[in-house]
């Protein structure tokens, strides 16, 4: 199985930050990765597809880069709204993985 | 509207059995895979099963193989979840999600809560 490490787990940043999540693959999962936001209580957003690509009607605040094992989400300049737990999750096998999580907190 | 709703959850004993519905609307559903992915409470999100659109192909997590099954009535557009032999371990809120762009689930329900207790 593939494990997915996301660091940091936890997070303190303000308004205006430029922020940055990082998760590891356990074996090259091409550009077979997304990442999701989750806010209390809710259900997870998809934010992006294929490591780079922007999900419609997601704000431009957010990329994605990497390939292979290596993957980042940033977010250019984190709003009130951003604060959440971000989630990685691969694609490329069965079964499918998602990173343990990284908890974005108001400083 | 693009919309997913589970429904089933509910309390039921170790060794018992449920059974999850997702009813999807404002998409072709027979063109989608479908998964569930559970959440136990406090924890991170834990991918489940998927299904094929067609039903022919179907994918467990380690965890549940041998006890959940999944399906679908592509003419009810509705996805199903058996879960047989339930532990304590399996309480969570489920959620079903439709694969998306790259196989990324793009669309999710609200979740439906299962309690696994005596």
């Known amino acids: 199985d593939i494990q997915l490490t996301q660091s940091p787990s936890f997070l303190s940043a303000s308004v205006g930050d430029r922020v940055t999540i990082t998760c590891r693959a356990s074996q090259g999962i091409s550009s077979y990765l997304a990442w999701y936001q989750q806010k209390p209580g809710k259900a997870p957003k998809l934010l992006i597809y294929a490591a780079s690509t922007l999900q419609t009607g997601v704000p431009s605040r957010f990329s994605g880069s990497g390939s292979g094992t290596e993957f980042t989400l940033t977010i250019s300049s984190l709003q009130p709204e951003d604060f959440a737990t971000y989630y990685c999750q691969q694609l490329n096998s069965y079964p499918l993985t998602f990173g343990g999580g990284t908890k974005v907190e108001i400083k | 509207e693009v919309q997913l709703l589970e429904s089933g959850g509910g309390l039921v004993q170790p060794g018992g059995s449920l059974r999850l519905s997702c009813a999807a609307s404002?998409?072709?559903?027979?063109?989608?895979?479908m998964n569930w992915v559970r959440q136990a409470p406090g924890k991170g999100l834990e991918w489940v099963s998927a299904?094929?659109?067609?039903?022919?192909?179907?994918y467990y997590a380690d965890s549940v193989k041998g006890r959940f099954t999944i399906s679908r009535d592509n003419s009810k557009k509705t996805l199903y979840l058996q879960m047989n032999s339930l532990r304590a371990e399996d309480t969570a809120v489920y959620y079903c999600?439709?694969?998306?762009?790259?196989?990324?689930?793009?669309?999710w329900g609200q979740g439906t809560v299962v309690t696994v207790t005596s």
């Open positions: 299904i094929s659109g067609s039903g022919g192909g179907t």
């Open positions: 999600a439709k694969s998306g762009p790259s196989n990324a689930f793009d669309i």
């Open positions: 404002g998409f072709t559903f027979s063109s989608h895979a």
